[in-house]
């Protein structure tokens, strides 16, 4: 028997060049218990993942922003859509772009939050961002606008409600700020060797390799630890 698993996307189960290693999808599949992605891409990313995986669709989208559990078939929002674009709105006004070009192919499906891309200022969103009641996480990506009491760990609280299972029956795996709450809630933690100093002092364990080769020895260790 193995727990169940929430695993980060970027920088967990990709490669540096940030494209999904495709060596996850086996692995994901053949875990015997039930597997959430939770990530901060918007909520098309982690549904088309699970599909072609082949895995029942549980994921955490946009930073516990959006939650589904297919089980239960019901989708969750949480957070303040309409504060995000507020804060974009003042962003842009003030003389800054968003980054992602004419195309915004990054916010285009999100749905509770808005991702700015990480060469923009920095500074003057967290401001913005503080006048309306927002915060900002950096996810190593992007600069996620959010309200503060929306992340990953109380997204989890949702999935494992809805699956009849306690957050701390989990076992998580990530590389970056947003994954350090999801990491306060489980039972045990991995960081890999990529991840940002924030979700390397919330993890439980370190492990040697970086990015998905991390995932598969945090999956090692689990299982040798059943």
């Not at 060049?17 to 959430?36: C, K, L, N, Q």
């Not at 078939?73 to 859509?81: A, F, K, L, S, W």
């Not at 100093?197 to 390799?209: R, Y």
């Not at 998905?212 to 260790?221: H, I, N, P, Q, W």
Request: hydrophobic fraction near 40%.
């Amino acid at each position: 028997m193995v727990p169940p698993l929430a695993v980060d996307i970027d920088g967990t189960l990709t490669r540096p060049d940030e494209s999904v290693d495709p060596r996850v999808f086996d692995a994901i599949r053949g875990w015997e218990a039930p597997v959430v992605i939770a990530t901060g891409k918007s909520f098309p990313y982690p549904v088309g993942l699970c599909a072609f995986i082949g895995i029942p669709t549980n994921v955490i989208a946009e930073n516990g922003g959006a939650v589904y559990v297919e089980e239960a078939e019901t989708v969750r929002y949480n957070g303040d859509p309409e504060g995000a674009k507020a804060v974009g709105t003042a962003y842009v006004e003030a003389g800054y772009e968003l980054g992602w070009g004419p195309i915004d192919m990054v916010n285009r499906w999100r749905e509770t939050e808005l991702a700015v891309a990480r060469e923009q200022p920095l500074e003057p969103l967290v401001d913005i961002a503080d006048d309306h009641g927002m915060v900002v996480v950096d996810t190593g990506y992007a600069y996620h606008v959010k309200t503060p009491e929306v992340d990953k760990g109380r997204g989890l609280e949702t999935v494992a409600a809805a699956l009849g299972m306690t957050p701390d029956a989990f076992v998580a795996v990530g590389d970056s700020e947003n994954d350090a709450e999801l990491f306060g809630r489980v039972g045990r933690a991995f960081a890999v060797e990529n991840a940002d100093e924030t979700a390397k002092q919330a993890a439980d364990e370190l492990v040697d390799a970086g990015f998905a080769d991390g995932f598969f020895e945090a999956l090692d260790r689990i299982r040798a630890s059943r």
